[in-house]
DNA sequence: AAGTGGTCTAGACCACTTT
DNA sequence: AAGTGGTCTAGACCACTTC
């Protein structure tokens, strides 16, 4: 395809090797790799359309589109139907702004630490019987019945996390949708006289699976913080048990860990 | 292909409506994550060969292999070149072990609190000049030099991460790749009185890059869980920087949170 | 309307694992 | 030797975005 004057095909040819051990959508992958970490290729900039690609490189377009994806899998490329494929440097650990640390604080605090509006959308809500897991997390004794919560987290109106809770329904009394649209839950619970003042944090990584994807709006692959959280009372009475899936490309989790090495 | 009496191969038909909206890949990918995801698929079984899935579904192998590269981003199967394909349900948050909690705890006393052993495989070291990021992270001076030490570190002989750490060489002395090779590097920096005494630690998820991936023995794409610490000494000088990628299926971290909710 | 990425096909050959 | 996943091709049509 001709164009008027927009960047010298040559500009693409990466050497081929078909004869390797390395497969050619692997090359094709790191000849674009090195092209993006070494600066070449400016975050934003458009690659040659998936046809061209393959017409200069002499392969066929599959194995262009295999080279792409895998890229795309890296988060070093985002592909938009009907408009392009655009290089994304993902964001590098030293270029993140120093953040003040997360204590026991809450989504909404957490976040408007980070100088961001928090928001929420609640994506279903109900009253229902506690799972095996649940009830072991809250030490629930049989009979019981839980709230719980669903809910699409935004900073700045971008989703940022999907987060499930969990409160035994003994504890926290009465609970509508109402009340839980658009404060945030812990305010909720502090006018009730419920605050925590303990937690137990687990952090994982795991990809994106087809249902949680679309609802964060990344690709399914995408990497995931994956926390789960069990708050405890005064008392020692367990009042929320929280899980939440963080986008990895918004989102990294600061501590600040104190005492002698041993 | 017809084999002995293996699985009746209507086990394994998927209702697909190629004129729907979702593609048929999807479509494929959703029926076998539902068997999977409802129990019908035990953790280990193989499923059929991709060109039986094909012939079965009616559809070609590319797509098949779409389908299951979907569900393999997902951490749901495991496919073995030469071998088949493999259900691999992801450990669930709730079927974690409770664990010992990460303090300001070296790799070594880390794994060894969960109850494996701890090991280390020197990968690359050497003595050079920092990178503006380390210059900053370090709170070096100009002319400086810092020792770059990377390492696969394991548990149980298994890859489970790899850690960079870059050390002030005028703070720690002399040091050579037989000093670093088997001990714990903080076992190391104590006996010659440079135990941290505080830490700063951001972590995040990222996919797995070209580069990582063969070394911890995961797929590009996989989920990893980065870590970025800073410590101090007891007068305030930092004293190592540490990034270390984790597998995400391998590895949780866990925290524990203290004070009222405010 | 033109250009882009997304999906799908049918077939071929290679590389690895198992028997 | 047989069966498996891995790679690659050439071509087709669809769906989305932009002009």
Known sequence: MFVGMPEPISTWAIPLDTGSATPVYVQVAQGLAHRIESGQLRRGSALPAERDLAATLGVSRVTVRQALALLSQQGLLARRHGSGTFVTPPAQPGDLPSRPLSLLAS??????????????????????????????????????????????RTADGEPLAIEDSTLPASLVGELDQRAVQDASLYALLQARDLSPVRAIRHLRAVNADMHLAPLLGVSVGAALLATDRVSWLEGGRPIEYARAHYRGDRYDFVMELRGDAR
Chains 1, 2 share one sequence.
Do not use: I, K, W
Not at 122 to 139: G, I, K
């Open 107 to 152: 989504f909404s605090e957490d976040v408007r630490s980070r100088g961001q509006t928090p928001g929420a959308q609640v994506l279903s809500f109900e009253r229902a019987r506690p799972t095996a897991h649940e009830t072991m997390s809250l030490a629930l004794s049989p009979n019981e019945t839980v709230y719980r919560l669903r809910r699409l």
